[in-house]
């Protein structure tokens, strides 16, 4: 059934989201219908705000819905540009005089859960399809796909085509229930207006993968009575609301990761205010102005060959003038001269993957455009923008000048904790440079930057969802990230200093017990030290935010402990390299026993036992071996290290023991009894330039554990070993890669041990 040729005076118009050629063919049928009701897919509960909507806002903007309950969150956008058929329908509707309704169920209900964006492609669900399509019009995608049949093509008989396009498409896919409950509550309101409408025209404008079930749907709908359908309402428990907010072209960008009809937004926008045929040749601009703009060279002769091309590829595939496509093959052509490692963005769908070439990178840029919508001043904002607006001024914070905080000042922590809890909202506008941070030591100073962001106001708006004020908002967030991490001891420790920074001791306690009750089954020996080192940080020095010496971390502190050292016991991994992140952990063990075992009662002889039986396990990791030995060091057991050290002197084990019991022992290392580093220095110059070769990558890893001061100390006693006068800092830098040095000295020694051989070598420089 064609879309003019529907019962009762219904036209039916199924549509691409956001595309040009469907939004032309929207605005003519409205023109030529005058309908008296003009239906569009979108969601029924903001039928009330169409005057609203429709206020003189810069597109791009969205609706976007948040809703919250006991059992799911979800987040979703309904975003409108300029050639969105769903925005034209409503905008030359209510120029007609037509009455506007929005059809489908509302944003936040369960059949559209999935969705984070209303106006997403169906074609998942029709990919065979599409799929048989492009190989027999020689197309890559149905990007590709829709363009040769519809955007540069005539508008002639376009309404036909696409019935045509969506019927073959939808006959060979079967909707979800999801999609059947929204179909049912769109043909409802159908014949709800084609009844009130007594036989004036009704327009209907959905997605096209919707109308052959419309069609069907509402062909004997006689049986409907006046009514609209009724609007469902968020549960009694949940938190739900709608807000309009400025959209970007950026965000509309399937190559940025929206999942959107139509990528390329600029490009787009060009062929709606044009036609294809200038949008063309302004592409071609945009592209060598931003080259340009990033200092790559772009020639006049460069861009007449791109156009050229694009010419001759359009002839070639059909068109009757250049289209998307045809003109970034040609540029393409053009501007890149080297082989190119991955496909072309435009050749595939998703994302613009990482290594892509640079002038592709620009290309795809200039293709989306920086359009920033901005909402009309009139517009209602949810109270949390208030509130932001409210609490920044109340602590002296303009967004214009670096923050620059004294932690042991009320005001300034009170002002740190507000730019923690927008941090923790996602709101833009400051980053911190400096300041409190795991695994440092601790300060008692920040600081904070400007960071302006053209889209602050509509990540404001979009954290409103979780409550009305910043307090309230971030509490829900913090209570959200908590339930979806689960049992991810490494995200909750993270969650945990950041509730601290926050100021927020409530959460605080309620992620310790989720920690702990993760804690007990924790298999990860790095992430379970990460959460340790967090635990033990707020245990010492968080007296400012409110948590040192607390019974809660406390407890943390003891379980993970003992789980730690439960979990190295049984490491089996003899050839293993060495693993910073296990040995990160083991750090956070020793400053556990160190500094938190007498107040704790940690068990001190208990950790000695296994750092003893671990150091001399051969079935250990050496790494761990190393570490064993350095924890039982570290904690005052001096043990025979230059001893064990000939016991690890294979060029494959040496480093990562090494590197172990310098992540654990380094202090004691430096500034103890010299005999080890004499050994490693005797050790290092008697392997051969092959072995060593093999030793160098872990020994650099080794060695990196020590900081700048122990470094030089290292090196000195090392000067100290093999004379000369020369200042220690020289040891320390190396012209060359030392990989480099080390490759060279073994192709030395394998030369020289082949002119022996051949008598070409006595060994006197001859």
């Given at each position: 059934?064609?879309?003019?040729?529907?019962?009762?005076?219904?036209?039916?118009?199924?549509?691409?989201?956001?595309?040009?050629?469907?939004?032309?063919?929207?605005?003519?049928?409205?023109?030529?219908?005058?309908?008296?009701?003009?239906?569009?897919?979108?969601?029924?509960?903001?039928?009330?705000?169409?005057?609203?909507?429709?206020?003189?806002?810069?597109?791009?903007?969205?609706?976007?819905?948040?809703?919250?309950?006991?059992?799911?969150?979800?987040?979703?956008?309904?975003?409108?540009?300029?050639?969105?058929?769903?925005?034209?329908?409503?905008?030359?509707?209510?120029?007609?005089g037509a009455q506007l309704r929005f059809i489908d169920l509302p944003?936040?209900?369960?059949?559209?859960?999935?969705?984070?964006?209303?106006?997403?492609?169906?074609?998942?669900?029709?990919?065979?399809?599409?799929?048989?399509?492009?190989?027999?019009?020689?197309?890559?995608?149905?990007?590709?796909?829709?363009?040769?049949?519809?955007?540069?093509?005539?508008?002639?008989?376009?309404?036909?085509?696409?019935d045509t396009y969506f019927d073959v498409l939808r006959g060979e896919s079967a909707a979800g229930d999801d999609d059947t409950a929204r179909e049912a509550y769109m043909a409802r309101w159908v014949r709800a207006a084609r009844r009130r409408a007594a036989g004036r025209p009704v327009l209907v404008v959905t997605g096209g993968f919707h109308r052959p079930a419309l069609v069907r749907l509402t062909a004997d709908g006689d049986g409907a009575d006046d009514d609209w359908p009724e609007v469902p309402t968020p549960a009694p428990d949940a938190v739900a609301g709608s807000y309009l907010v400025p959209y970007s072209f950026r965000r509309l960008d399937a190559f940025v990761g929206y999942q959107s009809g139509m990528p390329s937004p600029a490009y787009y926008q060009r062929v709606w205010e044009d036609g294809p045929r200038r949008a063309a040749e302004a592409l071609t601009e945009a592209v060598a102005a931003r080259l340009r703009t990033r200092r790559q060279p772009v020639s006049t002769a460069d861009l007449i060959a791109a156009r050229s091309m694009a010419g001759g590829l359009a002839r070639l595939r059909g068109h009757a003038h250049p289209g998307r496509v045809d003109v970034l093959d040609g540029l393409v052509s053009a501007l890149v001269t080297d082989a190119l490692d991955q496909p072309l963005p435009w050749a595939t769908r998703g994302t613009l993957a990482p290594g892509a070439h640079p002038v592709v990178v620009e290309m795809v840029a200039a293709l989306s455009g920086d359009r920033v919508g901005r909402l009309h001043p009139d517009t209602p904002l949810p109270p949390l923008v208030h509130d932001v607006d409210a609490e920044l001024e109340r602590h002296r914070i303009d967004g214009r000048a670096p923050v620059e905080l004294d932690l042991t000042d009320a005001d300034d922590l009170a002002r740190s904790r507000?730019?923690?809890?927008?941090?923790?909202?996602?709101?833009?506008?400051?980053?911190?440079?400096?300041?409190?941070?795991?695994?440092?030591?601790?300060?008692?100073?920040?600081?904070?930057?400007?960071?302006?962001?053209?889209?602050?106001?509509?990540?404001?708006?979009?954290?409103?969802?979780?409550?009305?004020?910043?307090?309230?908002?971030?509490?829900?967030?913090?209570?959200?990230?908590v339930t979806l991490l689960g049992a991810d001891v490494d995200a909750l420790a993270t969650t945990l200093f950041d509730t601290a920074l926050a100021g927020l001791p409530e959460h605080s306690t309620r992620t310790l017990t989720a920690i702990a009750r993760a804690a007990g089954g924790v298999t990860d020996l790095r992430a379970l030290g990460r959460a340790l080192a967090v635990a033990l940080a707020l245990w010492r020095h968080d007296r400012l935010l409110g948590s040192a010496g607390t019974a809660p971390l406390g407890a943390l502190i003891t379980a993970a402990v003992r789980r730690a050292l439960w979990l190295v016991e049984g490491v089996r991994a003899v050839a293993a390299p060495a693993d910073p992140g296990r040995l990160t952990a083991l750090v956070a063990v020793r400053d556990a026993v160190r500094h938190a075992g007498p107040a704790l009662g940690l068990d001190r002889d208990g950790a000695l036992a296994v750092a003893g039986r671990v150091a001399g396990d051969a079935a250990a990791p050496p790494d761990l071996r190393g570490a064993a030995l350095g924890l039982a060091w570290s904690l005052g057991d001096v043990p025979d290290a230059a001893r064990a050290v000939r016991a690890v002197a294979a060029p494959d084990t040496l480093g990562d023991w090494l590197g172990g019991l310098f992540a654990l022992a380094r202090e004691e290392v430096v500034s103890g009894d010299a005999a080890l580093l004499t050994v490693v220095d005797e050790l290092l110059g008697s392997m051969g330039a092959h072995d060593f070769l093999v030793a160098l990558p872990a020994l650099r890893q080794a060695f990196g554990w020590f900081p700048p001061r122990e470094r030089a100390e290292v090196a000195r006693h090392v000067q100290a070993l093999h004379g000369g006068d020369a200042p220690p800092g020289d040891l320390l830098r190396l012209d060359a890669d030392p990989l480099l040095v080390a490759a060279a000295r073994a192709v030395e020694e394998r030369v020289d041990a082949v002119l022996t051989r051949e008598g070409l070598w006595e060994g006197d420089g001859t």
């Open positions: 059934m064609s879309a003019t040729g529907a019962p009762g005076g219904v036209t039916f118009l199924g549509v691409r989201h956001h595309s040009p050629a469907c939004a032309r063919l929207v605005a003519a049928t409205v023109a030529r219908l005058r309908p008296a009701y003009v239906l569009v897919e979108g969601p029924a509960d903001l039928n009330g705000r169409m005057d609203e909507l429709l206020l003189d806002h810069e597109l791009p903007i969205a609706v976007f819905t948040a809703h919250r309950d006991g059992t799911r969150r979800h987040a979703s956008w309904s975003p409108f540009c300029a050639y969105s058929p769903e925005w034209v329908a409503l905008t030359a509707g209510r120029e007609a944003a936040w209900h369960p059949a559209l859960s999935d969705r984070a964006n209303r106006y997403a492609d169906a074609d998942q669900r029709y990919a065979e399809a599409v799929r048989r399509l492009c190989a027999t019009l020689a197309v890559d995608n149905v990007d590709a796909l829709w363009d040769h049949l519809f955007e540069i093509g005539p508008d002639d008989g376009l309404a036909e085509r696409l507000l730019l923690h809890r927008l941090r923790l909202l996602d709101v833009p506008g400051h980053a911190r440079e400096s300041g409190p941070r795991v695994g440092a030591d601790a300060l008692l100073t920040e600081r904070w930057s400007p960071a302006p962001s053209a889209d602050r106001l509509a990540r404001v708006i979009e954290a409103g969802g979780y409550g009305p004020t910043v307090l309230d908002a971030v509490t829900a967030r913090i209570e959200e990230r």
